[in-house]
């Protein structure tokens, strides 16, 4: 049975590769800053837009430069700032409603991934009034324009500004899905340093390893093109050389801007390439335990990197050398588990546990299941896995003794 499965997930895997260049990826007009944001939505005839937000951004004074460009702009806006970590369906349809009773015409998002997963959510919903999100997870399922799509990341990391993807969570269900859609790119994407300043280290530590996560995953993937493997290249090259830097000194302007330039790169290559095993199962415990994202990616990493083997030390030798910590003359064997160590060390030089806590093994069986239902037929993964390698993982990256 598992061949069978494996080769239907083959062939399918195939034929989403050959349609790759024929297939409607764009990427987002950069601005420099806030300040540039008038003429854009002067062009975009905006006159009164829905600001997608969350508390912690409002309180820490990051929405100030986009308000003043707003009022000098002379445009009117009404704030969402209700997101929460793993965004759910009743707040996407909570900024709905005020994006209509406001008359929006566009929508901006500041913050993290979640802030930008829930205004790509709610331009779907203004595209298709009578359809439930429900019936839009997947992929291509958003086909009309939605209203223009500004972002304006506050972490570095996430590559929401740059993604086709809208990752949403049944609080009923505990339930996490996401909808991959072009529409959903998002049209224009701030890159502004000086916004991801206060970011704090624990989240600049994450948000920044998520962006690895999105590299490597891409990388080491079977529907990779030159420019995918490019970008991601350079994404793991950025990482590894600033993350640090970023992480003890929150000010350094050349680190934070190489920073979101790197998830940048990142969320482009796997908006194209796709991701792996480490992102479904990073998406289970979010939807099952509200596992921060980004912290699940950096815990989960390198124990999928270790489970993938052989298939995948070729590709993993290539990064460690992009990163610097593997050298070119190293077998593949020896390049690939240099990198691997890398991260580890990485991870533990920042504070990110080796374990993730709150894991119950009565979930496991549900937990696999959902993680091979998000990553099957799509995830064009080195080497597919049974349902108990999967299980496994989850065991691995338990924290049994907590």
Known sequence: M??????????????????????????????????????????????????????????????????????????????????????????????LELYHRRQCTAIIAIGGGSSMDCAKAVGARVAYPNKPLSRMKGVLRVLKATPPIITIPTTAGTGSEV????????????????????????????????????????LTSTTGMDALTHAVEAYIGRSTTKQTRELALDATKLIFGNIQRAYKHGDDHEARENMLHAAYKAGIAFSMSYVGYVHAIAHSLGGQYGVPHGLANAVILPYVLEAYGEAAHKKLHQLGVAAGVSAATDSDAEGATKFIAAIKELNASMNIPEKISGIKRDDIAHLVHTAEREANPLYPVPKLMTEHELATLYEEIADWNE
């Open 2 to 95: 598992f061949f069978l499965k494996k080769a239907y997930c083959r062939v399918f895997q195939i034929g989403f590769r050959a349609v790759l260049p024929v297939l409607p990826y764009r990427e987002p007009e950069i601005i420099r800053s806030c300040a540039d944001l008038g003429p854009v939505l002067e062009k975009e005839h905006a006159r009164t837009v829905l600001v997608v937000t969350d508390r912690g951004i409002v309180e820490n004074g990051l929405t100030a430069p986009l308000e003043a460009a707003l009022h000098d702009a002379g445009v009117n806006y009404a704030v969402y700032d209700k997101t929460q970590p793993n965004p759910t369906v009743d707040q996407v349809e909570e900024a």
């Open 163 to 202: 993604t086709l993807a809208a990752v949403i969570t049944d609080g009923n269900e505990h339930h996490k899905y996401a909808i991959m859609s072009f529409p959903l790119i998002p049209h224009y994407a701030v890159l502004d340093a000086r916004l991801t300043y206060t970011l704090p280290p624990h």
